[in-house]
């Protein structure tokens, strides 16, 4: 894959972001941030092959701490964004 | 290269992750609307789970057990943050989090370093180039976010140097950072001959020089411009994701990184539209210190504010046929949301026309009255926004402002000297009677008194926002 190829993917990316986002209402914003919180903890993907690799000790380390911390990341944003939309279909009852 | 899938090709990897792509985006469609906003999260932590499952299958874990205990060890203490965190404390969670994906960012793209030297592989100018950049907004992110999470948890003071020093360390900071950056990006070529293994160092080094700047950026600016600060490190910790994928070469990161970059970017936009300032002033100038002000306030305020009582309170809204209710973030901190959302649903039940006026900027992030009054059962349809609500406030009998200051300050209409001219703000003056919920007197965030206190159809009911809107239920309640 060419730096030009990700590169492709990132402005696309980039597009399709805008247009879907600018149409989230403001009740939804803080959901929405936790919720776009946890998608950033994607990371977690690079940390599990950098930590699974075992190549050097070092790098072990770093990808035991980049797991936790990314980890904590997507398990605390999803289960952050679940508990409060469930508030917000209660109230929308 | 070969996981328990690795003797599959790589198109089963590239494939799932681009179905865990799709239900990112799809994810986020859903978030367009409160109804179907849960099962949206739901699709996107299906498409994580996906990711996650296809990269441990698919690569060769020959440590398993490191990757298994950090991911019980980070789903524990995520996890039992979400659960245990009151939702008022939620502004410096959602911070807390974004650091620690920028964290994780960073740290993955240097352990990729160490990774492709110890396999004797070579640092390429596309690989050291953007493993610079996502460390330097990676250790950003992580260190801004827990210098505003501390702000907002009240255990990080103010600056405690001036701002022209500040600025100085920002730049200092900044041009290190991006300094080592350069030198580990020109290295392979300019010192051929040196081990490539001594270079390394010089990442860390700009992860170094990138926290102070992270911690610096953040530490001087208040408590109002929160909402700015947490939607753009949210978008950060998207960006660093996104850089790391370029780092590893790895689609669905950039997606995904790129989608948050892209979400956080607009919060950002949206909340300092809200404030009528530019991003620059919110990040690098701040809000003038009001010592000029005092006089000002006494002028306005001399015999001119009127004093209410919840028993008079009540007995206005005995006859008012339509109620608006402002929160700001005196009912965060009061906790008042559920005695507010009591009162809405008294006044309802007896055919009054009760609203949410809630300013973009009110509290300390984006959404922040929406979700503490959805935690308190209130409708998603009674909260308006902005330019849904001000056309109505003529034909309110009673407004209700709780624990909010600058967003109903008429000043930012009326007065073009005004620190906050320009700014859009509640017209809640047009109502026929205004009460205005707070402790005391004191200017709020920007420092400048609020002639609305001032206003003849305007009346103050002094106290903790939490006792006196319960105090007011408890009237009404014994009126009935």
Redesign the interface.
């Given at each position: 894959m060419t730096f030009v190829e990700n590169l492709t993917i990132f402005v696309l990316a980039a597009f399709v972001g805008y247009e879907i986002i600018t149409k989230i209402p403001t009740n939804l914003h803080t959901p929405l941030m936790s919720g776009a919180n946890a998608i950033s903890g994607i990371t977690l993907l690079g940390s599990v092959v950098v930590a699974g690799s075992g190549s050097t000790q070092l790098a072990t380390v770093l990808g035991f701490v980049a797991v936790v911390m990314a980890t904590i990341n997507v398990v605390g944003g999803y289960l952050v964004s679940h508990f409060m939309l469930d508030q917000f279909s209660k109230g929308g009852r | 290269m070969a996981g328990i899938l690795g003797g599959l090709t790589q198109s089963v990897l590239q494939l799932t992750y681009l179905v865990a792509g799709v239900f990112?985006?799809q994810?986020?469609?859903d978030?367009?609307?409160?109804?179907t906003?849960?099962r949206?999260?739901?699709i996107?932590?299906a498409g994580?789970f996906l990711?996650?499952v296809i990269?441990?299958l698919w690569?060769?874990?020959?440590?398993?057990l490191?990757?298994g205990?950090?991911?019980l060890?980070?789903?524990g203490?995520?996890?039992w943050?979400?659960?245990s965190?009151e939702?008022t404390e939620?502004p410096q969670?959602?911070g807390l989090?974004?650091g620690?994906?920028?964290?994780?960012?960073a740290?993955?793209a240097?352990?990729?370093l160490?990774?492709v030297l110890?396999?004797g592989g070579s640092l390429t100018l596309?690989l050291t180039a953007t493993a610079s950049i996502a460390g330097i907004i990676g250790a950003v992110t992580f260190w801004g976010s827990l210098v505003a999470g501390g702000k907002l948890h009240g255990v990080v003071g103010d600056s405690p140097v001036s701002d022209t020093v500040g600025h100085a360390i920002k730049v200092f900071f900044f041009i290190g950072s991006v300094a080592a950056g350069l030198f580990l990006v020109v290295q392979p070529d300019m010192f051929g001959s040196v081990p490539l293994a001594s270079f390394l160092p010089s990442y860390w080094v700009l992860v170094a020089t990138a926290s102070i700047l992270g911690v610096f950026l953040v530490l001087p600016i208040g408590g109002a411009d929160m909402p700015v600060v947490?939607?753009l490190l949210?978008s950060y910790?998207?960006l660093?994701?996104?850089t790391?994928?370029?780092?590893?070469?790895?689609?669905?990161?950039?997606?995904?990184?790129?989608?948050?970059?892209?979400?956080?970017l607009?919060?950002t936009v949206i909340m300092c539209e809200s404030m009528n300032r530019s991003l620059t002033n919110v990040l690098f100038g701040g809000l003038g210190s009001g010592d000029d002000n005092v006089e000002d306030m006494e002028d306005i305020y001399e015999g001119n504010i009127t004093e209410t009582s919840p028993e008079e309170v009540e007995m206005l809204l005995e006859t008012a046929g339509r109620v608006v209710i402002v929160p700001g973030y005196g009912m965060a901190v009061g906790q008042a949301q559920h005695a507010v959302a009591e009162l809405a649903e008294l006044l309802e039940e007896d055919g009054v026309d009760v609203e949410f006026g809630?300013h973009?900027v009110a509290g300390r992030?984006?959404?922040?009255m929406?979700?503490l009054?959805?935690?308190a059962?209130?409708?998603?349809?009674k909260?308006r926004?902005l330019e849904d609500v001000n056309p109505m406030f003529s034909q309110t009998d009673v407004v209700i402002v709780t624990g909010a200051n600058d967003v109903v300050n008429p000043s930012a209409n009326e007065d073009t000297d005004s620190p906050i001219a320009g700014m859009p703000v509640l017209d809640v003056a047009e109502a026929q009677t205004v009460i205005v919920n707070k402790r005391s007197l004191s200017p709020g965030f920007s420092d400048i008194p609020n002639p609305l206190f001032a206003r003849d159809n305007t009346s103050m009911l002094f106290g903790d926002a939490k006792e006196s809107m319960q105090s007011l239920v408890n009237e009404y309640k014994e009126s009935r």
């Open positions: - | 990112f985006i994810g986020l469609r978030m367009t609307h409160p109804r906003a849960t949206g999260n739901m996107s932590s994580m990711a996650v990269t441990i690569f060769e874990m020959l440590s398993p490191v990757v205990a950090g991911m060890v980070g789903g203490i995520g996890a943050l979400a659960v965190v939702t939620m969670l959602v989090f974004n620690f994906g920028g964290g994780a960012s740290v993955v240097g352990a990729e160490v990774d110890a396999s596309g947490i939607a949210n910790s998207g660093a994701a996104a790391t994928g370029f780092v590893l070469n790895n689609t669905v990161l950039i997606i995904a990184g790129t989608l948050v970059g892209a979400s956080g607009i919060l809630i973009p992030m984006p959404g922040h929406n979700a009054l959805a935690e059962d209130v409708s998603y349809e909260m926004e």
